[in-house]
Nanobody
Framework: EVQLVESGGGLVQAGGSLRLSCVAS????????IGWFRQAPGKEREGVSC????????DLADSVKGRFTISRDNTKNTVYLQMNSLKPEDTAVYYC?????????????????WGQGTQVTVSS
């Protein structure tokens, strides 16, 4: 069974950095598209970044361009989201998601597999 487990969230001051991890099991992450999404209270789930065999690295939200970087370590079957220059508006539960496709999907409903989420809180 495909499983995704996120970790690395926490409380950080504005301008700080945080690295999220998504460990995949039941499949090889390099065979799947992996996307990072986030959801703040009262808001819709928003695509953040994606990595796939066809698209490579793709930003899904203009608000994170130049600040967030997705990467993959195939030996550990893990995908990372490096978040720099964090802002209070980045506060949300962050999820990793996967699908057996070769391209990045922009919206949450394009992904079949999801992790449990990890909380990121950015204080001012």
């Amino acid at each position: 069974e495909v499983q995704l487990v996120e970790s690395g969230g926490g409380l950080v001051q504005a301008g700080g950095s945080l690295r999220l991890s998504c460990v995949a099991s039941g499949f090889h992450s390099d065979d799947y598209t992996i996307g990072w999404f986030r959801q703040a209270p009262g808001k819709e789930r928003e695509g953040v970044s994606c990595i796939s065999s066809s698209d490579g690295v793709k930003d899904l939200a203009d608000s994170v361009k130049g600040r967030f970087t997705i990467s993959r370590d195939n030996t550990k079957n893990t995908v990372y989201l490096q978040m720099n220059s964090l802002k209070p508006e980045d506060t949300a539960v962050y999820y990793c998601a996967a699908d057996l496709v070769t391209f990045c999907g922009t919206y949450f409903f394009e992904y079949n597999y999801w992790g449990q989420g990890t909380q990121v809180t950015v204080s001012s």
